[in-house]
């Protein structure tokens, strides 16, 4: 069984968000691998409606996005503007 999220798209997601592709601890390269993650998903639950244990697991997932999110905005401001316009989070 394939899995969605094998160690060369979290090495790509690392690398094009994060300082490099060892970076997994940065805030920005977490919220992209969340962000990602978050997608699935929502695909995923889109056929699955009754689904209530992803559904859990999605909206753990968003607060745990929404908390870094906020801790990037509180120590520097530039980055979490950054990364919110590189991933495309608001409308």
Not at 19 to 32: I, L, R
Not at 44 to 59: E, G, I, Y
Not at 65 to 73: E, I, M, N
Request: charged share 35%; no cysteine; net charge positive.
């Amino acid at each position: 069984m394939a899995t969605y999220l094998g160690k060369e798209k979290k090495q790509e997601i690392f690398g094009q968000y994060g300082k490099s592709n060892a970076d997994t601890g940065s805030p920005e390269g977490q919220v992209a691998l969340f962000s990602y993650r978050i997608a699935h998903l929502t695909n995923h639950l889109r056929s699955n409606k009754k689904d209530f244990v992803t559904q859990r697991s999605l909206l753990k997932l968003v607060g745990k996005r929404r908390r870094l999110l906020d801790y990037l905005k509180e120590t520097d401001i530039e980055r979490y503007r950054n990364i919110i316009k590189e991933l495309k989070l608001r409308k």
